[in-house]
């Protein structure tokens, strides 16, 4: 089945497209529909935050947006530009791996399990991007690196391999390596979940503070729903493949209107 | 005869021998690691017709005879017009033979690598050639350390086998000791003691020594 690619535009214009854009984005594995026609914007500067129960597909969202995941149908726009498609001969078709890389430069990712390079210290994770991707020569790269791993907390520890630090640490460390790229925008998926609960707030404060004093863009996937709520600009209940209801974290955890939005609050509160 | 005697009679054939061994041994791993490494990406391609000449190498390579390979080389190549010395048939044999065996090891331990890496490696925005190269072989390498070390030491045995086409190694040098005096027992059980001595004291201390030097790289010792 081929889709009608004109009805997706091939870039977006005016003045205030979203920085991300998720237009009719299904994502299916075999006959399971993990993500159904799938329509979300994310504003530039905004903190959009994604909850649901497990297999509800929020995982999924930033897999594709990080091109981690290929997309069956629709169309992903950043910063008004087709990330999963490019135009040729006025049609939008498949992107190549030039055109991915290009958009995909704008994207940092955190991982559940933070995904370092254990071959390589503290600083040569942060480096290692900048100066291999982004060329940029050893020193500017280092400096970077310092500089983020200070904001983390972790500049003390820059000469220390992954398997020498504790959960929390690496988490950071990994925070400081994707901001060394210095994305546009970030998600974060359940960067908090394989942490011991001790340790939780080492990360969540580090979010926190890049909340506080970056202009980025953010997209995070989390079981934290005090943290949803006190960080969010928006949250995002997704259920069975799309989102069942969103609003601002007040309106959402305070007055939800769905009965599957209230049924997983009261779940997940009584587990907490 | 004693058998101190019978060192002093042969000892500079042995040794002769011995030093053709090594040589045949070190050019046979340096063409193993190659041919495992080309055809261990080959075999991961996505493209269907490089990773067919690497199935095909292999299941050629590892499915037939070491031996029936090296008269190939060196016998039936000349046939179509390519001629090798025996030294150099004689490594080359070894080495794309046992580099088979290593391909299988190479694409084994990419495999191994935890599949967040990758993904790490694609969030940092990284070209497919620079998330192979800086990410996975290095850590693919760590991996596939131990199972080299037992490739190695047969590619060392497996070089015997040169001296069925002439080349003067150590198996080659007592054969012809034992041609010429009979002494078998001192010959052979000559060259089953430096093989194994090749093995115990330069083979397993130097991939120990590797071993323990990545682990250390990696963080993890």
Same mark, same amino acid.
């Given at each position: ?25 299904? +994502? ?23 909850? /649901?129960?497990?297999?509800?597909? +929020? ?14 149908? /629709? ?48 600083? /040569? ?148 | ?221």
């Amino acid at each position: 089945m081929t889709e009608d690619m004109s009805q997706y535009p091939l870039r977006l214009d005016g003045d205030d497209f979203p920085m991300v854009r998720f237009q009719k984005v299904t +994502k299916a594995y075999g006959s399971l529909v993990v993500l159904n026609q799938l329509d979300l914007d994310v504003s530039a500067g905004e903190m959009v935050t994604i909850i /649901g129960p497990s297999g509800s597909g +929020k995982t999924t969202v930033l897999r594709m947006l990080m091109t981690l995941e290929t997309i069956n149908s /629709g169309v992903i726009y950043v910063e008004g530009e087709p990330l999963t498609h490019m135009e040729r001969d006025g049609r939008l078709v498949p992107a190549n791996s030039a055109h991915i890389r290009r958009i995909r430069s704008k994207i940092g990712m955190c991982f559940q399990h933070f995904n370092l390079f254990p071959h390589m210290t503290a600083l /040569g994770n942060c480096m290692e991007g900048p100066v291999q991707v982004l060329r940029l020569p050893r020193k500017e790269a280092e400096e970077r690196s310092l500089e983020l791993l200070e904001m983390v907390g972790m500049a003390e520890k820059r000469d220390q391999h992954p398997s020498r630090l504790s959960g929390g640490q690496q988490q950071r460390v990994a925070i400081a390596r994707a901001l060394a790229m210095r994305p546009k925008i970030m998600l974060f998926d359940e960067v908090t979940s394989a942490l011991d609960p001790e340790v939780i707030s080492e990360v969540t404060n580090v979010i926190r503070r890049l909340v506080d004093t970056h202009n980025l863009t953010m997209l995070m996937v989390t079981h934290q729903m005090g943290f949803a709520k006190e960080i969010s600009d928006r949250v995002c209940f997704f259920f069975d493949g799309s989102i069942e209801e969103q609003g601002s974290p007040a309106k959402l955890f305070e007055t939800p209107e769905r009965e599957r939005t209230k049924q997983f609050l009261n779940a997940v509160l009584e587990a907490n | 005869m004693t058998y101190v005697e019978f060192l002093q009679a042969h000892s500079g054939r042995m040794i002769d021998g011995t030093i053709i061994t090594v040589y045949q041994f070190l050019l046979s791993t340096v063409v193993a690691i190659g041919i495992a490494i080309l055809f261990g990406l080959m075999k991961l391609s996505k493209n269907l017709a490089v990773r067919s000449v690497a199935i095909i190498y292999i299941e050629i390579f590892r499915g037939t005879s070491l031996l029936v390979q090296l008269f190939w080389i060196f016998f039936v190549l000349p046939l179509f017009g390519i001629h090798l010395d025996k030294f150099t048939a004689g490594f080359l044999a070894v080495g794309l033979n046992m580099g088979a065996y290593g391909a299988e090891l190479v694409r084994g331990a990419i495999l191994a690598v935890p599949q967040g890496q990758w993904e790490a490696a694609i969030a940092l925005n990284m070209s497919s050639r620079k998330r192979m190269w800086r990410v996975v072989l290095p850590q693919a390498f760590v991996i596939m350390l131990p199972p080299w070390g037992n490739l190695i030491i047969e590619i060392l045995k497996g070089t015997a086998l040169v001296a069925l086409i002439s080349v003067t190694d150590l198996m080659f040098e007592v054969r012809q000791i034992n041609i010429n005096t009979f002494l078998s027992i001192e010959a052979f059980g000559t060259a089953i003691i430096i093989y194994y001595l090749i093995a115990r004291l330069f083979v397993t201390p130097v991939m120990r020594a590797f071993e323990n030097a990545m682990s250390r790289k990696i963080g993890r010792a």
